[in-house]
């Protein structure tokens, strides 16, 4: 049996000076209101997929086979954000679950003005990409043409063996949705991709735009 090439932690330095890799994915997640009464608040969504993801040093795959990924940070203090703001909370992962080779989740907002304005544009449809924030701790790297451990997966690619979700953002731009995954703009690409920059800039013009503001 082909031994398994794990690695512990990310690979290497990125040649740009930034971090290893950017632990956010996007998803188009068919966020689907919870029915019955007193569920108004309630929401069910996709937050991760095993769809290939290219990032600077090749090609990640988050492995959803059983062991992969933890949900326990998540199950037991889950919060969900706006576009990964910590200042900007909106409520919480009520549970977690794997399905499909997704993650999935039933998110509850809270009830406080900033919140529910986002609440209504999720349920007007008008926000519907969600983001997961996680970390690796192990990778499985694969050689081009070559077959994973569990011969599920084709290289080159770096599986993530053993991963953790950390909390689930709604986002304003998740944009270029491919097979239900959306990416951001210009994220994680060798030319430089989306940093924290531009998230502030998504979360300055949304705060501008509740408030009546016009962005110069």
Not at 91 to 113: C, L, M, N, Q, Y
Not at 139 to 146: D, T
């Amino acid at each position: 049996m082909r031994r398994q090439q794990i690695r512990e932690r990310p690979m290497r330095k990125n040649p740009q000076g930034e971090n290893d890799f950017r632990p956010v994915r996007f998803m188009d997640a068919g966020i689907r209101a919870v029915e019955g009464e007193g569920n108004e608040r309630r929401y069910e969504l996709s937050f991760s997929s095993e769809e290939p993801y290219t990032r600077w040093y090749g090609v990640e795959i988050l492995d959803h086979s059983e062991g992969c990924m933890d949900l326990s940070r998540l199950q037991a203090m889950g919060v969900v954000l706006f576009n990964h703001n910590t200042n900007k909370v909106l409520g919480r992962v009520e549970k977690a679950w794997i399905e499909t080779s997704r993650g999935k989740a039933v998110i509850e907002f809270d009830d406080d003005e900033e919140a529910e304005v986002i609440r209504r544009k999720v349920e007007s449809g008008t926000l519907k990409g969600v983001s997961v924030g996680y970390s690796v701790d192990a990778w499985e790297e694969v050689a081009a043409g070559k077959k994973s451990s569990d011969g599920r997966f084709t290289g080159p690619c770096y599986i993530a063996k053993r991963w953790t979700p950390l909390e689930i953002s709604v986002v304003s731009v998740p944009a270029d949705p491919t097979v239900g995954v959306g990416r951001s703009n210009g994220a994680d690409s060798p030319e430089g991709g989306c940093d924290l920059e531009v998230f502030e800039r998504m979360i300055q013009v949304n705060e501008n735009r509740r408030k009546g503001g016009r962005r110069t």
